[in-house]
């Protein structure tokens, strides 16, 4: 496992993180995964175990389970608190009350300190806003972000889910005011949606903030069970859960050929689309799922496979966006931009 700086702190994360949206399975979550407590402990050990020392959770998780499983099983496994860095997350909808959602300092505040108390710690080390909140002004997102932070029950801050605009603006006006800024963005990224590409990647890239690709195998779409001639793989979430969106055509014909390099290394189609998010520049710590060891284990080796300069080059073909302006105007003026 390597361990990369995450965004421009002297933090180190792995080169994957461990994603716990599958843990408990309360209301709208129940789709993605209903694990059990003694199933949770299982994969945070092996996990750990393999070198993984960051975790992803959010408050909206099952509604609030996730983080209060997490927790459990780290208090149940002895796991001493300074070896893992633990992600949650503030935006979604958390009650049937007008403010307890959102990213008004009010929510951010009373967030945060559920969020603590669900997971027994006494601090969260990276905090993303997970989503746009069109009615509360960015800055004063950023002041209740600050708060948290200058409070000690934050350390660092990110951001999922927003334009690279907003997030130019919010790191803007809190570079303005002194204060914290985002080191850390996470993004749907895969091999099969590779939209990051256009603004946020290059921005994230330019301003040394960490990109965190989540469902890095489309929801299950590029494990190299479904195919144009299997289009029910079973047993996944993707069965009756069809999120994040995938254009399936184009899928296929990158599945196809994941398959075929996956088959010559001996590997998973799976293990393929999750070396190649690796791969991808700017991308810090990849985030993954799973619903039981055999899947976890498999994710896990995707950072033993080293796909050739070749297979790369047959990949990113195979998946290339199309052009969208104004990216192919700036492709046909650097034409002659330099001389010889």
């Known amino acids: 496992m390597k361990y990369n700086q995450l965004g421009k702190t002297g933090v180190l994360v792995s080169e994957l993180c461990l994603g716990t949206m599958t843990f408990g399975g309360k209301g709208y979550w129940k789709a993605i995964g209903e694990l059990p407590q003694v199933s949770v402990n ?12 960051f975790i992803d959770t959010a408050n909206g998780y099952s509604e609030g389970l996730s983080e209060i499983m997490l927790g459990k099983a780290i208090r149940d496994l002895g796991l001493p608190r300074q070896q893992l860095v633990i992600a949650t997350k503030v935006r979604l909808r958390m009650g049937p009350h007008a403010n307890q959602v959102g990213l008004s300092r009010l929510h951010i505040a009373d967030s945060v300190n559920d969020s603590l108390e669900r997971m027994g710690l006494s601090h969260i080390d990276l905090l993303y806003i997970h989503g746009v909140d069109p009615i509360t002004p960015l800055e004063e997102t950023m002041r209740g972000l600050e708060d948290v932070v200058r409070s000690g029950k934050v350390r660092y801050l990110g951001i ?37 590409e256009r603004e946020i990647a290059p921005m994230a890239i330019s301003e040394g903030i960490s990109i965190m690709p989540w469902s890095p195998l489309a929801g299950g779409f590029l494990s190299g069970k479904f195919t144009r001639t299997n289009e029910i793989a079973g047993e996944s979430r993707r069965d009756t859960f069809n999120f994040p969106p995938v254009d399936k055509e184009k899928a296929y014909d990158i599945i196809d050929v994941m398959i075929r390099i996956g088959q010559s290394h001996g590997v998973t189609a799976a293990q393929v689309a999750l070396a190649w998010v690796i791969a991808q520049p700017g991308v810090t710590s990849v985030i993954i799922g799973a619903k039981n060891l055999i899947q976890l284990n498999d994710n896990i080796k995707s950072v033993t496979l080293e796909l ?8 990113n073909k195979v998946s290339d966006l199309p052009s969208e302006y104004p990216a192919w105007m700036v492709n046909r003026q650097l034409q002659g931009r330099f001389p010889g």
């Open 42 to 53: 299982e994969i945070v050990k092996a996990s750990v175990e393999a070198g993984i020392n």
């Open 308 to 315: 050739t300069k070749e297979e790369l080059e047959e990949l």
């Open 160 to 196: 999922s889910n927003h334009p690279a605009w907003m997030m130019m603006k919010a790191n803007s006006f809190s570079e303005h005011m002194g204060w914290d800024k985002f080191v850390a963005t996470q993004n749907y990224y895969s091999i099969a949606s590779r939209d990051i």
